[in-house]
């Protein structure tokens, strides 16, 4: 009896001293911490949007005699899919999402991979020159596209001022191509197209030209080898550009609502956004179920598709060339199409969106029509209600500062939380708790940004045990903008801690350094670097962020994407086309400031 109390005794002080063990290391720590941090912004608002969609709400009083605040109900999931409606909020807005989004998709593939095989594999002229400016239409947020298209294609039919294709030619555009459908997919195509050129060209930069010259010698044409060589190698790149550009085009909330919201044409992102307006929550939270549900098939089709698919491989051990194809007499041609390309995405928008700054009444675009009003003018005048310019305007500085700070606090947290990540998941590689950590820091990707900034709304409008609510506060936005950016910093973390030897840390640990010391000196400063792009990439996105805090921002917190969003409603479109100019200025000087800090801690 004594014999077994003291065996079990042994067992329990064992397993205690095991767990005690386990729990020492820095990376089960940091992991265990991570996990609590990302159930809390990640798993909780998700679990309560549902609960919300099952409750009434006070506001649904409106709809059924029989509402009984916070008791459950599925009169909102039943009023949706099967009732008098469902045509005009579910049906119509899904199909015009789908359809937008596939649009958008083909074109901007076909738009990024030509380009990419132009510059990679061709001897185009300036192909440096063309690598650079072919990215620039991502720099420039995709409500400004949309913006400038109204501003040159907009009709006095719909749009109330006439834009400058009226004004010049005396023809008023029919409203298919001013609004709707055609300027969604055409102006978000010229947006997301860098996504292709990007991933593709990278695909064939690494492509041995041994296997198309192999074509060549046994008499295929160029067509051909392009559609049973090339094309099959990179599927993947081209599989990757349609998953990024699809699931960003079903979530966008500005370019469909500026330029289809004038003829009611509505998308899934849109009908989210006037019905939490409109205060019936549970419609929004039920419609952002919906993006979810899309966006997070189509990754999982994609990753079932490449996982079925093992033949991508272009580098063999066979060593690697890569030849240039000339273009002949097609030369000129296509250089001109590209150059033609870049006025279209990146000088037309900005010279169509200067000169609005610059029209005292927005359907004349004469010369004495001109006047820096909207940028330098005290205000009390007879225009804009009487409001300064935006250089002078204080809730417009407020704004910009908002933005900037809200820019600047989102890439540091998120980008430093971006760091933790990839430590703890590299260390504890194939870790249930390690995988569990990095799904979980994913996770925010496959949510659209408007349905992402529903479920906080859904969580914090109202107080949770001892959190007060957030709703309104500078807390929430710049959480939300952590939280939806943890995916890029996440796997630039990852990226950057897989190229630093265990053997650096290991060497420290020996001679008796403690962790906070190693972390310090060593795994920081190595792996801040690698990780910048990170944080450049989140600055910039949140900068320009729209559908992500649209539902989120009070007059307090108003941001210059939020700004340029309500003077475009209220008809100023000089100042909505100023503060866009703005934050252009604002993005490319926070991305050259980054990149030469990045060089300055390289040489470190």
């Not at 400004?144 to 834009?163: P, Q």
């Not at 067509?223 to 960003?248: E, G, N």
Request: hydrophobic share 50%; with cysteine; proline share 4%.
């Amino acid at each position: 009896m004594e014999r077994a109390i003291g065996t079990a005794g042994g067992e329990r002080a064992a397993g205690f001293n095991r767990l005690r063990n386990y729990l020492r290391r820095p990376h089960i720590i940091i992991s265990l911490v991570l996990l609590f941090i990302l159930l809390f912004i990640v798993i909780i608002p998700f679990v309560k949007m549902i609960g919300d969609s099952f409750i009434w709400h006070f506001t649904d009083t409106r709809l059924s005699k029989d509402a009984r605040p916070g008791h459950f109900t599925l009169f909102h999931w039943i009023r949706i899919f099967s009732s008098r409606i469902t045509r005009n909020v579910l049906l119509r807005p899904l199909w015009n999402s789908l359809s937008t989004s596939l649009g958008v998709s083909i074109f901007a593939i076909l738009i990024g991979s030509l380009l990419a095989w132009l510059v990679t594999r061709t001897d185009l002229p300036l192909r440096k020159f063309v690598a650079a400016a072919a990215v620039l239409p991502y720099v420039i947020p995709s409500y400004i596209h949309a913006l400038a298209w109204l501003n040159l294609f907009k009709n006095d039919r719909i749009g109330g001022a006439a834009g400058l294709f009226q004004y010049l030619f005396g023809v008023s555009p029919p409203n298919w191509l001013s609004y709707g459908f055609f300027p969604i997919v055409f102006t978000l195509s010229l947006h997301y197209f860098p996504y292709a050129f990007l991933l593709v060209s990278a695909a064939l930069s690494s492509m041995d030209s041994r296997l198309e010259e192999s074509g060549e010698i046994l008499g295929a044409s160029q067509s051909y080898i392009l559609r049973r060589i090339t094309f099959p190698l990179v599927i993947p790149a081209i599989l990757s550009s349609f998953i990024l550009t699809f699931s960003r085009a079903l979530g966008i909330f500005g370019t469909p609502y500026f330029l289809g919201s004038p003829v009611r044409f509505f998308t899934l992102s849109t009908q989210i956004y006037s019905n939490i307006i409109n205060r019936v929550p549970a419609v929004g939270y039920i419609l952002a179920f919906m993006l979810i549900g899309i966006s997070s098939s189509v990754i999982y089709i994609n990753q079932r598709i490449i996982g079925k698919r093992k033949s991508f491989v272009t580098i063999a051990g066979k060593g690697f060339r890569r030849s240039i194809t000339p273009l002949g007499r097609m030369k000129a041609p296509l250089f001109a199409v590209v150059v033609l390309l870049i006025i279209i995405s990146v000088l037309m928008p900005l010279i169509l969106i200067v000169w609005q700054t610059l029209t005292l009444y927005p359907d004349d675009y004469s010369l004495k029509n001109l006047t820096i009003l909207f940028w330098i003018g005290r205000g009390g005048t007879d225009f804009a209600e009487g409001e300064a310019g935006i250089l002078r305007n204080l809730s417009i500085i407020r704004a910009a500062w908002n933005s900037i700070k809200l820019a600047l606090v989102a890439c540091l947290v998120s980008g430093f939380l971006g760091i933790f990540i990839g430590y703890a998941v590299v260390k504890g590689r194939n870790t249930r708790l390690s995988n569990t950590v990095e799904q979980l820091s994913f996770l925010p990707y496959l949510v659209p940004g408007i349905a992402f900034g529903a479920l906080y709304l859904s969580l914090f409008t109202r107080k949770i045990g001892p959190i007060p609510a957030l709703y309104g506060t500078f807390f929430l936005v710049a959480l939300v903008c952590i939280a939806k950016n943890l995916p890029f910093t996440g796997r630039a973390g990852i990226t950057s801690m897989l190229q630093i030897g265990s053997e650096l840390e290991e060497a420290s640990e020996i001679s008796g350094a403690r962790w906070s010391m190693r972390f310090r000196r060593i795994i920081l400063p190595l792996s801040i670097h690698g990780a910048l792009s990170g944080f450049i990439l989140v600055f910039i996105t949140v900068m320009r962020e729209l559908s992500l805090i649209i539902l989120l921002v009070t007059p307090e917190t108003r941001t210059l994407t939020t700004m340029t969003f309500r003077y475009q409603e209220q008809g100023y479109t000089q100042f909505s086309s100023a503060i866009s100019v703005l934050i252009i200025i604002i993005v490319i000087a926070g991305e050259f400031i980054s990149r030469k800090m990045g060089k300055r801690g390289g040489g470190l």
